[in-house]
């Protein structure tokens, strides 16, 4: 093969559109599923069942529509008004009446019956769009800020402006490189606190990237440099093997420990008894 010098210009010049559908298969069955239901003044738990027995996949998907719900938002749901175990086919099959109770009490008959005599105006077709592109990424970017800011709250509480570095990168052990972190005390030069803060579900936060950047932390910092996680999200719950793959760094040593939203004064006492033994000065 010939030898090629090739130029940004080049090749930004030669980009175009990756065009891709959204609809498949399953996307259409959902589609046509949604168009026959019949519109009735109210719907009732035999509607549902009616529902669920023309695709049981097409008719969850459909109904976790209904409900505006992510499918691990569903499963978790589910999964705790059924207990323990699979919220498929043969679960619904092995009980339907209690099947169909807990998507009740999830209101699910209510929400058919107000999105069906819903009025609707063409802008809200627009508004529909607007909510499952930017508005998704906009809900996954706040959830992220909104616990790296309940985070920030209590670390400020604790110590001096001067001492917290936000959303930085710290130098490492041997100096001669950096990596990123959420929060560092007293400072990004020399960190002895570290803390990361990662809300699942958040636009890059994902259980993959929650492992790599702790990976990454764990690498460049000071074996003594203490380092704290703070994590958050029910769809751990669907991804179990993740997060213990998070507590088993933990166990190691490697991770000092790791918080959720509830364990709040647990951070902020554990924060304090650190500023202590490293006598840095309380905030004012």
Known sequence: MKRYRQTFEEISASLIPIEASWLDSHAEGVIALLKHLPEKAAYADADVAALLATNFEQATTAIRLFLDV?????????????????????????????????????????????????????????????????????????????????????????????????????????????????????????????????????????????????????????????????????TWKQRTNDLRKLVALQNEGKIHRIYTKSMAEDLRSDLETLRSENDFQPTP
């Not at 938002?73 to 169909?100: N, V």
């Not at 990004?188 to 803390?195: E, R």
């Open 70 to 234: 992510s499918k691990d938002d569903y499963t978790h749901r589910m999964q705790e008004l059924l207990g323990p175990g699979g919220i498929g086919k043969k679960r619904y099959l092995a009980d339907p009446p209690a099947y169909l109770k807990a998507l009740n009490q999830l209101e699910l008959c209510k929400l058919m019956t107000q999105a069906i005599h819903q009025p609707l105006h063409w802008s809200d077709v627009l508004i529909e769009r607007l909510k499952g592109g930017r508005g998704s990424a906009i809900k996954g970017q706040t959830r992220g800020r909104g616990m790296e800011d309940f985070v920030e709250g209590i670390v400020r509480s604790i110590f001096s402006d001067e001492q917290v570095a936000v959303r930085c990168r710290f130098t490492g052990a041997k100096g001669q490189s950096t990596e990123k972190a959420d929060f560092a005390i007293p400072s990004a030069n020399d960190p002895v606190i570290l803390i990361e803060v990662k809300a699942y579900g958040a636009t890059g936060s994902k259980q993959t990237d929650v492992l790599g950047d702790i990976a990454r932390i764990v690498e460049e910092k000071r074996h003594d440099t203490v380092l704290l996680l703070v994590t958050d999200g029910i």
